[in-house]
């Protein structure tokens, strides 16, 4: 029986998932236009974001697409398919990121100015693309603008 119909079913999850690649993140839906996350595995692991900004739609029955672009420069659009508890990710990395990820390794809302002074100071192209499919490992319901999922 499908579980996610409705915009409403997608807002408050929290979702775990590793990518063919590896590589691990958790994401949580706090609200219709922002995501908390965390990154456990990968290129990245050990940051973590609270309040970004996003586009958030469904585009069809159960199927999801949350896109917004980062402090880094880094943009990101992730479709999400938690029916089939799969997803796909596509991240655009500028050049500095795949250079010097630890920069970017940090709980980023207390190193904002340091995010803006790095994509100015660095070289954005050519950007590094990620695009990958993900088994999503944990669902949890988190209810709305819950800040103790990633915390
Ligand atoms: C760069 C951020 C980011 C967050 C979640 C995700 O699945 C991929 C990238």
Not at 77 to 101: Q, R, S, T, Y
């Amino acid at each position: 029986m499908k579980k996610f119909t409705n915009l409403d079913d997608f807002i408050g999850t929290h979702f775990i998932y590793t990518y063919d690649n590896g590589w691990e993140y958790e994401l949580y839906v706090k609200n219709e236009n922002t995501i908390d996350y965390r990154i456990h595995g990968g290129m990245v692991a050990g940051r973590w974001v609270k309040n970004q900004e996003v586009s958030l739609v469904m585009l069809t029955e159960g199927i999801y697409k949350i896109a917004w672009t980062e402090p880094t420069g880094t943009d990101v659009a992730l479709d999400f398919l938690p029916n089939e508890e799969k997803m796909h990710g596509m991240i655009f990395f500028p050049k500095w990121v795949e250079e010097h990820p630890e920069i970017t390794v940090c709980f980023q809302n207390d190193f904002i100015e340091l995010m803006h002074e790095s994509r100015e100071k660095f070289e954005t192209y050519p950007k590094y693309l990620v695009p990958e499919f993900a088994k999503i490992t944990y669902v949890g319901k988190a209810g709305k603008n819950n800040d103790d999922v990633v915390a």
